[in-house]
């Protein structure tokens, strides 16, 4: 009995190829909300990612090349996308830092003067 070649037709898409392209996509549109939306989009679809590269490499034969294609777009997506919130997520840290920093000086330059007044 012959192996008999996997045509296209016969082909299936990689299990959550469109899926890691989504919240790729979305990890680069929600990187501004604080970072923490892009972090965790960015990390779920780099895992989803991973899982289907195994899965492809196992029997590329059985899948598309589209959707391997899709999925690799969607991970450099995710990455784009985890690195920009990452820094954002630093740039919003240090800005409260500072928010804070200059309120504790004023603060304590206030006691300072009262306690120099009496």
Same mark, same amino acid.
Request: glycine share 8%; net charge negative; with cysteine.
């Given at each position: 009995?012959?192996?008999?070649?996997?045509?296209?037709?016969?082909?299936?898409?990689?299990?959550? %190829?469109?899926?890691?392209?989504?919240?790729?996509?979305?990890?680069? /549109?929600?990187?501004?909300?604080?970072?923490?939306?892009?972090?965790?989009?960015?990390?779920?679809?780099?895992?989803?990612?991973?899982?289907?590269?195994?899965?492809?490499?196992?029997?590329?034969?059985?899948?598309?090349?589209?959707?391997?294609?899709?999925?690799? %777009?969607?991970?450099?997506?995710?990455?784009?996308?985890?690195?920009?919130? /990452?820094?954002?997520?630093?740039?919003? /840290?240090?800005?409260?830092?500072?928010?804070?920093?200059?309120?504790?000086?004023?603060?304590?330059?206030?006691?300072?003067?009262?306690?120099?007044?009496?």
């Amino acid at each position: 009995m012959e192996s008999q070649p996997i045509d296209s037709v016969t082909q299936k898409e990689i299990p959550n %190829a469109t899926g890691v392209l989504v919240l790729g996509i979305l990890s680069i /549109v929600f990187c501004c909300c604080y970072g923490i939306i892009g972090i965790i989009l960015g990390v779920i679809a780099l895992i989803l990612a991973h899982k289907g590269r195994n899965i492809y490499l196992n029997s590329p034969e059985l899948y598309t090349e589209k959707s391997f294609k899709n999925m690799n %777009a969607g991970k450099i997506c995710a990455i784009v996308g985890l690195s920009l919130s /990452v820094l954002y997520l630093i740039y919003v /840290v240090f800005m409260i830092i500072f928010s804070l920093n200059g309120e504790l000086l004023n603060m304590i330059q206030e006691i300072t003067q009262e306690l120099n007044n009496h």
